[in-house]
Nanobody, 127 residues
Framework: QVQVVESGGGLVQAGDSLRLSCVVSGRTFSDYAMGWFRQTPGKEREFVAAVSRSVSGAYVADSVKGRFAISRDNAKSTVYLQMNSLKPEDTAVYFC????????????????????WGQGTQVTVSS
């Protein structure tokens, strides 16, 4: 059974940093492209960042470019989202997702490409 478990959320002040972690078990982690999404009440889930099976293929949304970075450690079956210079508008539930990728450098932006999702971790940024 696949488990996707996020951690690292919390309450911070504007300008602070947080690092989210996501551990995947039950599958060969290195077979999967990984992504982070976020959602606020009343809004659709939105793409934040993605990384390919190879850490060299990464992409972040324009809304967080220059502030957020995604990385992965295949030996630890873990993907990270480093969030710097946080803003109140970054407040959301952050979800981690895994999507099987045939090619080593493929990453996914669309939610439908991801098969497995975590339960989410809350990030709240106060002004």
């Amino acid at each position: 059974q696949v488990q996707v478990v996020e951690s690292g959320g919390g309450l911070v002040q504007a300008g602070d940093s947080l690092r989210l972690s996501c551990v995947v078990s039950g599958r060969t982690f290195s077979d999967y492209a990984m992504g982070w999404f976020r959602q606020t009440p009343g809004k659709e889930r939105e793409f934040v960042a993605a990384v390919s099976r190879s850490v060299s293929g990464a992409y972040v949304a324009d809304s967080v470019k220059g502030r957020f970075a995604i990385s992965r450690d295949n030996a630890k079956s873990t993907v990270y989202l480093q969030m710097n210079s946080l803003k109140p508008e970054d407040t959301a539930v952050y979800f981690c997702a895994a999507g099987r990728a045939s090619f080593y450098y493929t990453f996914y932006v669309g939610q439908s490409d991801y098969e497995f999702w975590g339960q989410g971790t809350q990030v709240t940024v106060s002004s």
